[in-house]
């Protein structure tokens, strides 16, 4: 169990230098993008970056990527351990398109994280605090390493990005980076009948685990009273143990996850 970092009371920033940019460019670009990623690029205020997905064909997340445009072209942020998803989805859907593809990351000064002040990325409520991301040599500010910041979101009521590959965006809070409106995206379907028959499986809580009652099996499957009520995503370790964890709400267990909600040991997070 990692120890939950602290940040800074002050401006801070955070190395994100092994995070992957993506030049995407062309007459096509527009199309392109919107005809494969979940959010609908016409709703998104090209001032600030602005998360969005790609999914697999069962609604899964295999990429979740941050994204902007300027001078005619549309950037893209990915975390290091979903770039390589997104590569391949990008590559394989460049099809008889006006797309010109750039990996841009050695071109561009460092990627930073500048956290506090005015807001520029956009519905990100559950994945990163209020901040922006910046282009910079030398930023100024304490600076923080990724590792520690990634350890600090749960206390905060937050999911480091990382941790979302392979859920369902539905599950995890993320409704709000969803345009079923849109027409067909990759893994739309299944996202719509989950959407339109009712209530998901699980939703995404903070919950903090100071009770004897909990217990954490194989680092992942969470009990209460030794009854198993959700998947733990991401856990750090403090005075009291924090955890941001998928909890069963149909069935015995929204019982049990209504009485901890009660217990103010467990709130949900996200967009549902």
């Avoid at 002040?117 to 559950?126: A, D, H, K, L």
């Avoid at 959407?195 to 100071?210: D, I, K």
């Avoid at 709130?267 to 549902?272: F, N, P, S």
Wanted: aromatic content about 8%; overall charge negative.
């Amino acid at each position: 169990m990692e120890k939950c970092s602290v940040m800074p009371e002050e401006r801070y920033v955070v190395n994100l230098h092994s995070w992957l940019v993506v030049k995407v460019s062309g007459k096509d670009r527009f199309n392109y993008l919107d005809s494969i990623v979940s959010f609908n690029l016409k709703k998104i205020d090209m001032e600030a970056f602005y998360p969005n997905m790609l999914l697999t064909q069962k609604g899964k997340i295999r990429s979740l990527f941050w994204m902007t445009e300027k001078n005619d072209a549309f950037i893209l942020l990915c975390p290091s351990r979903m770039k390589q998803n997104l590569v391949e989805d990008l590559l394989k859907f460049n099809i008889n398109v006006e797309v010109k593809l750039e990996d841009i990351t050695n071109e561009m000064p460092p990627l930073w994280f500048v956290a506090g002040g005015t807001n520029g990325v956009e519905n990100s409520q559950m994945l990163l605090p209020t901040g922006k991301f910046m282009f910079d040599e030398a930023p100024t500010g304490t600076i923080v390493d990724e590792v520690a910041f990634k350890t600090s979101l749960p206390s905060q009521g937050k999911v480091w990005v990382e941790f979302l590959q392979d859920q369902n965006p539905v599950e995890v809070g993320l409704k709000n980076i969803i345009s079923l409106e849109k027409g067909c995206f990759l893994g739309q379907e299944p996202i719509a009948r989950m959407v339109n028959r009712g209530r998901p499986r699980y939703h995404l809580f903070q919950v903090l685990l100071r009770l004897e009652d909990f217990m954490v099996k194989d680092n992942q499957t969470l009990l209460w009273q030794d009854k198993e009520i959700g998947q733990i995503l991401q856990i750090c370790n403090s005075d009291t143990p924090v955890s941001m964890a998928l909890l069963k709400i149909r069935g015995d267990e929204e019982g049990i996850v209504n009485k901890l909600v009660n217990l103010k040991l467990a709130v949900q997070i996200g967009t549902y």
